[in-house]
């Protein structure tokens, strides 16, 4: 699941399984995540990134990117459930 700023992306810190790849690559990578979502193509941004670090670099089925995704839209959900219209989030009794 990739929750970033555009500003963000440049400073994604790669977890140990990729420590084969090249600065280069992982630069060519961040680029085109920040490209994409620069231009507005976040769900784009999340395939090449589930594609790229979950499926290709730990090893994980497209099955279980597509779960891991699903579970972070309902958290989104339940986020945003728990808002006011002002932006604070409402007390629970």
């Keep these: 699941m990739l929750k970033l700023e555009p500003r963000e992306a ?7 399984p ?3 790849w090249s ?3 992982i630069a060519e990578l961040a680029g085109e995540v920040d490209r994409l979502i620069r231009e507005g193509w976040r769900e784009r941004a999340s395939d090449l990134v589930d594609r790229q670090l979950l499926e290709g670099g730990l090893g994980l089925s497209a099955h279980e990117c597509q779960v891991l995704r699903d579970a972070g839209e ?5 986020r945003v459930a728990g808002t006011h219209k002002s932006g604070k989030a409402r007390r629970r009794k």
């Design 74 to 78: 309902r958290l989104k959900s339940r």
């Design 18 to 20: 990729f420590a084969e």
């Design 23 to 25: 600065e280069a690559s």
């Design 10 to 16: 440049g400073q994604v810190i790669v977890p140990t």
